[in-house]
């Protein structure tokens, strides 16, 4: 069970998109459609931001979205603002009831 | 609203154990739900430790099961973790949280900083 790959940062500027990857295998991101995003602020506990791919829990800006292609999954967020700088991390079912996590993309917004 | 808080020593020495509680409220661990612990190495990413339902049911990182023990006491509403012989690749903050069927992570406690160190 390997760690889900993801950038280690990436940066935009107000107003504009990001998209963040989380890349599996077809034994985890691939075979399920049961990927969550976190965004965590430095010293905070995760947040979760989007469930089983593209949902959005309530109170969750809808300018967070999820997608999923083969074994990638990604978080976009639109319309970039100051308080989306946080660092951000994928999960993903892996099979035999285990679960496994990206190693987290740290979004600078400059 | 459900509350998590988890405790235990901050400091571990090396081979010896690390041991946590989560202590849950504003819910009942006996939901349908499961009960998980993930850590986060200082710089590093979060990694999946293990979880268990309140039937005492469990399931661990494989890369961490022949250490990694989990425990449910339903009468307390908590639930908690040990780690046996711990080295300094276990040095993290350790958060507990519940997990849902589809697998979100919804509630989540503090974190805890647990060293490993002589």
């Known amino acids: 069970q390997s760690a889900l790959t993801q950038p280690a940062s990436v940066s935009g500027s107000p107003g504009q998109s990001i998209t963040i990857s989380c890349t599996g295998t077809s034994s985890d991101v691939g075979s399920y459609n049961l990927v969550s995003w976190y965004q965590q602020h430095p010293g905070k506990a995760p947040k979760l931001m989007i469930y089983?791919?593209?949902k959005r829990p309530s109170g969750v800006s809808n300018r967070f979205s999820g997608s999923k292609s083969a074994n990638t999954a990604s978080l976009t967020i639109s319309g970039l603002q100051a308080e989306d700088e946080a660092d951000y991390s994928c999960?993903?079912?892996?099979?035999?009831?285990?679960?496994?996590f990206g190693g987290g993309t740290k979004l600078t917004v400059l | 609203q459900v509350q998590l808080q988890e405790s235990g020593p901050g400091l571990v020495k090396p081979s010896g154990t690390l041991s946590l509680t989560c202590a849950v409220s504003?819910?009942?661990?006996?939901?349908?739900?499961?009960w998980i612990w993930v850590r986060q190495s200082p710089g590093k990413g979060l990694e999946w430790i293990g979880e268990?339902?309140?039937?005492?049911?469990?399931n661990y990182n494989p890369s961490l099961k022949s250490r990694v023990t989990m425990s449910v006491d339903k009468s307390m509403n908590h639930f908690s973790l040990r780690l046996s012989s711990v080295t300094a690749a276990d040095t993290a903050v350790y958060y507990c949280?519940?997990?849902?069927?589809?697998?979100?992570?919804?509630?989540w406690g503090q974190g805890t900083l647990v060293t490993v160190s002589p």
């Open positions: 949280a519940r997990r849902s069927a589809a697998g979100t992570i919804d509630y």
């Open positions: 504003g819910g009942s661990i006996s939901s349908t739900s499961w």
């Open positions: 089983e791919g593209s």
């Open positions: 268990i339902y309140h039937s005492g049911s469990t």
């Open positions: 999960c993903s079912y892996a099979g035999s009831s285990t679960w496994v």
